[in-house]
């Protein structure tokens, strides 16, 4: 299965969710969406969705290739294929001699990769047309619910 995933927050910081949408042959196979009414970050929500498909697809027992996710934002997706290491290697802190924001949640994931949790990170343009990330986008924004979801005719 391939997953597009996505979050936000408006305004930034402020309530928000995250959105993701799992991809068969084409359809959607699987919708998820959490949102969230206290102050959050469209970067937090970001993470939170790639980390709820590291959790729930990205065991090293499910798969023979790890599930490829798809992300909009360039900063996660430097930080979980790049960033993360040397900061873990460097005691957290980064090249500025400042802590990573969101390093609760960058330290989970990495925790879960240490254990042998795996996904196949990429970055998507957003807001480009790509019918999948618009979706998960919809499901982070909370224009439409996972019920609606499967039923969007994605022509």
Known sequence: MIFY???SAHPN???????VVGV????????RSRQYNGKVTNNEMEIKAILWVML?????TEWQQPPIVYSDSAYCVNTFNTWMFSWARNNWIKSDKKT?????????????YQKGYKIDLRKVKGH????FNELA???ATGRITEKEAYNVKLV
Do not use: S
């Open 100 to 112: 990573p924001e969101n390093l609760e949640l960058i330290q989970a994931y990495y925790d879960l």
């Open 5 to 7: 995933t996505d979050g």
């Open 24 to 31: 068969e042959h084409d359809k959607v196979a699987y919708a």
């Open 56 to 60: 729930e697809f990205g065991r090293p």
């Open 13 to 19: 910081p402020g309530p928000g969710g995250y959105g």
């Open 128 to 131: 480009a047309g790509n019918k």
């Open 137 to 139: 986008d919809g499901l």
